[in-house]
């Protein structure tokens, strides 16, 4: 019996090591890969000047990715300044002011909406918000627009990312803890002040990783943007024009790569680049959840 108790706990300690090494390894596994696709053309072109450059020519091999990144950078933007504060005050009022009913009606409504495709979302943004964009919202600033903009890329972002922050926002403001609410409220508080001053204080960590991980969510999304921003290079921040984020460059040119040399080292870069982006965005908030807990 002592046999086999001893088995058992050696067999189990080993799978989840395995497991635990498996998840911190693949992440390097897959940096790795991508820099060893993409080292053809770094050993052809300077690091600098192809992020710098705005040239895209493939078939003169000049390859220029600062269009892309800023594609993707004005696209998540404007996700992020339309999804987050929607986000923190619809979190606030579901763990803070709603009935328990209304709770319960609105978690199956976040998990459908988290659920849904992203094509789904291309779609509707096809058929609600490029029509929005360019027979009214444009017209009312005296532009002409065909709606396939940044801004719409950045609407529908934005309506993918809702249910993702918003999950990770009601989980944080549910751990904390009910005495504290209930020590604040004992001191003569009001239940507004309660919640600005020590629900969200408390939370603030929680808050800016649920912020975080939405900005790096929306910063990799492909299909969705790909079919409402207008895929044209473009360097400018302008709403109402089209642009080109970087998921959506290896989405709609991958299959090209085997007829244009250098073709395959690029999109490898392009996907390098979009993964070390999110690595840094990660630790940039990271480090932000660390000086917060640290300033507590």
Known sequence: MLFRRIIADRVSTTWMVISISTI?????????????????????????????????LPHEQKFGFLPFILGSLYVTLIAFCLSAPVCLLAAIFITQFSSKRFIYFMHPVIDILAGLPSVIYGVWGIIV???????????????????????????????????????????VFNTIPSGLKEASLSLGATFWETVKHVVIKKGFPGIISAFGLGIAKAFGETMAVMMVVGNMLQTKFDLFDAGYPLPALIANNYGEMLSIPMYDSALMFAALLLFGIILLINLVFRYFIYRTKKNE
């Open 24 to 56: 911190l390894v693949l992440p390097l596994v897959i940096g790795i890969g991508l820099y060893v696709k993409a080292y053809p053309l770094l050993e052809l072109k300077p690091f600098g000047e192809l992020i710098g450059s705005s040239t895209w």
């Open 129 to 171: 918000i490029v029509p929005f964009i360019s027979d009214y919202l444009a017209p009312l600033f005296g532009i002409k627009s065909s709606g396939y903009t940044i801004l719409a890329g950045g609407i529908v972002l934005a309506v993918m990312c809702i249910p993702y922050i918003l999950n990770m926002l009601i989980e």
